[in-house]
């Protein structure tokens, strides 16, 4: 091999080798970068009712008293925690699809319940035990606060979602004759996260 071809060949191998080191070091930068951007995972939101426990089946308590039925319709007892970062109020809806509207039926809607709350009392949708600053919106009973299940006699039992919404906003903006889906509107435009569990009541 001639002395210039072997000088070329060295001057191959030290690019490659150069090559290789660069590479292997923006290699690592980028997964240094990347480490330190990726957001800590938080913990999932959920949650729980002490007043369904039995095969989430809603007690005679917490059904309506009216339209043919009898209960005491005192709303439940919730409670929430692993709310995501940057939650400034929650709020609350209980909703039934199974309701032969063609639309479901709104039974509760509590919102600009503050970012400290992390349950309600049973009873806080029947004017009473709701936390300072909350608002209760309107109904399909045609009514505000809270109003139970009271689904038509024979029907297999109604599915009603209990949903804790984590709000960006501290406070809703809308009317006070905002109707429900008005303020669902809302609900979701600002949701964070949503946590849901679900009762089950016929008769």
């Known amino acids: 091999m001639s002395h210039s071809h072997r000088l070329r060949s060295l001057a191959f191998a030290g690019t490659a080798l150069a090559l290789c080191i660069t590479s292997v070091a923006a290699a690592q930068a980028k997964a240094k970068t990347t480490t330190k951007t990726t957001p800590k995972a938080t913990g999932h939101f959920r949650v ?15 059904v309506y008293n009216g339209m043919g039925c009898s209960g005491q319709n005192t709303s439940p007892a919730l409670q929430w925690s692993g ?39 049973a009873g806080a949708g029947n ?18 606060g809270y ?35 008005y303020v669902g509107f809302n609900l979701n435009a600002n949701k964070l996260a949503a946590a849901r569990i679900t009762g089950l009541y016929g008769r």
């Open 48 to 62: 729980t009712s002490p007043d369904l426990t039995t095969k989430g089946r809603i007690a005679a308590s917490h």
């Open 83 to 121: 709310a995501p970062a940057g939650t400034k109020s929650f709020a609350v809806t209980i909703y039934d699809p199974d309701a032969p509207t063609g639309s479901g039926w709104w039974h509760w809607m509590i919102y600009n319940i503050p970012a400290t709350t992390t349950s309600l009392a």
């Open 127 to 144: 004017g009473r035990n709701a936390p300072a600053g909350s608002v209760e919106g309107p109904t399909d009973f045609g009514t505000k």
């Open 147 to 181: 109003g139970g299940p009271c689904p038509p006699v024979g029907d297999k039992p109604h599915h009603y979602h209990i949903t804790v919404f984590a709000l960006k906003t501290d406070k809703l903006d809308v009317p006070g004759n905002a109707t429900s889906a």
